[in-house]
C-alpha cells in the first residue's frame, strides 16, 4: 500500500501513518491511495469486477470514511484524509521466474465508486453524519453490506455476482451463462470506465490491451 501526496511525492502508507501520528506529516497532504497486487497469471484479474473485489472494495469503504472526517481506530490511527481523491489498483503479472512481465494500472475516483456503491447513504444509516472516531468493526460493517446484504448488480450481491462471473467465465460452468451476462452488462452501465494503462517490461512500453473480460462477455452474448 502506497500514498501519494498533493506534491507527487510516494510513501509507504503505514510508514507515513506512523508519521502524522507522531506529528511529522499530515493527513490532508494525501491524495491517491494505491494498492498493488502480483499475479502468475492475468486471467484470475481480467474481469473488472475482480479488480473492486474484497480487498479494493474494502480500501474504498476505509478512503471514503477517512474522506468524510472519520478517524479509524486501530493498532495505528487513520485520521481523516479530506484531500483524498483517487484510489489506484496496479496489477503486476509474473513469469515462471517471478519477474514481472506486464503491468495494469486502473485509476478511479473514490467519491465517484462511493457514490455507485451508496456508501454515502449506508455510513449515513449506520454511523450518521457527524465525523467521529469509529473502529475497525464499524468499518468492517459498512463493507459487510456494501458488498454481503444490498443487491447491486442484476439483483445479485456483489460478492454473489462475483462468484457467478467467475463461474462461467474462469471455469466455462455454461450453467452460469445468462446470469452472467446480465451482471456483466449491469456492471458495464452502472460503473464508470476507469483510466487505465498497460505497460509491457520487456519491451518497455505502454501498449493497447482489451482487459475488460466484462466487455468481452457483453459482446458474445
Same mark, same amino acid.
Given at each position: 500500500y502506497y500514498y501519494i501526496l498533493l506534491d507527487g511525492e510516494i510513501y509507504p502508507r503505514?510508514? @507515513?501513518?506512523?508519521?502524522?501520528?507522531?506529528?511529522?506529516? $499530515?493527513?490532508?497532504?494525501i491524495y491517491t491511495y494505491v494498492y498493488i497486487d502480483a499475479s502468475m497469471n492475468f486471467d484470475s484479474f481480467l474481469f473488472d469486477i475482480d479488480y473492486l473485489k474484497n480487498t479494493s472494495v474494502s480500501n474504498i469503504v476505509d478512503s471514503y470514511l477517512r474522506k468524510a472526517g472519520f478517524t479509524i481506530? #486501530?493498532?495505528?490511527?487513520?485520521?481523516?484524509?479530506?484531500n483524498l481523491k483517487y484510489y489506484i489498483?496496479?496489477?503486476? !503479472? %509474473? #513469469? #515462471?521466474?517471478t519477474e514481472p512481465e506486464y503491468l495494469v494500472i486502473d485509476i478511479y475516483d473514490i467519491d465517484v465508486?462511493?457514490?455507485i456503491l451508496h456508501i454515502p447513504q449506508i455510513v449515513q444509516q449506520k454511523l450518521g453524519s457527524r465525523p467521529r472516531e469509529i473502529t475497525a468493526r464499524d468499518d468492517? #460493517?459498512?463493507?459487510?453490506?456494501?458488498?454481503?446484504?444490498?443487491? %447491486?448488480?442484476?439483483?445479485?450481491? @456483489?460478492? +454473489?455476482?462475483? +462468484?457467478? *462471473?467467475?463461474?462461467?467465465?474462469?471455469?466455462?460452468? !455454461?450453467?452460469?451463462?445468462? !446470469?452472467?451476462?446480465?451482471?456483466? %452488462?449491469? @456492471? *458495464?452501465?452502472?460503473?464508470?470506465? $476507469?483510466?487505465?494503462a498497460c505497460y509491457e517490461w520487456k519491451a518497455g512500453i505502454f501498449i493497447e490491451t482489451n482487459c475488460l473480460k466484462l466487455d468481452l462477455l457483453k459482446r458474445s452474448s
Open positions: 503505514d510508514v @507515513y501513518n506512523k508519521e502524522v501520528a507522531e506529528g511529522k506529516r $499530515s493527513a490532508k497532504d481506530t #486501530n493498532e495505528h490511527d487513520e485520521p481523516p484524509t479530506p489498483r496496479a496489477v503486476v !503479472e %509474473l #513469469n #515462471n521466474d465508486l462511493a457514490r468492517f #460493517n459498512i463493507y459487510d453490506i456494501v458488498v454481503n446484504i444490498q443487491p %447491486l448488480l442484476a439483483g445479485h450481491t @456483489y460478492d +454473489d455476482a462475483w +462468484d457467478i *462471473l467467475r463461474e462461467y467465465a474462469a471455469f466455462h460452468n !455454461e450453467r452460469f451463462k445468462d !446470469e452472467a451476462h446480465k451482471i456483466a %452488462l449491469a @456492471y *458495464l452501465q452502472l460503473f464508470p470506465i $476507469s483510466y487505465r
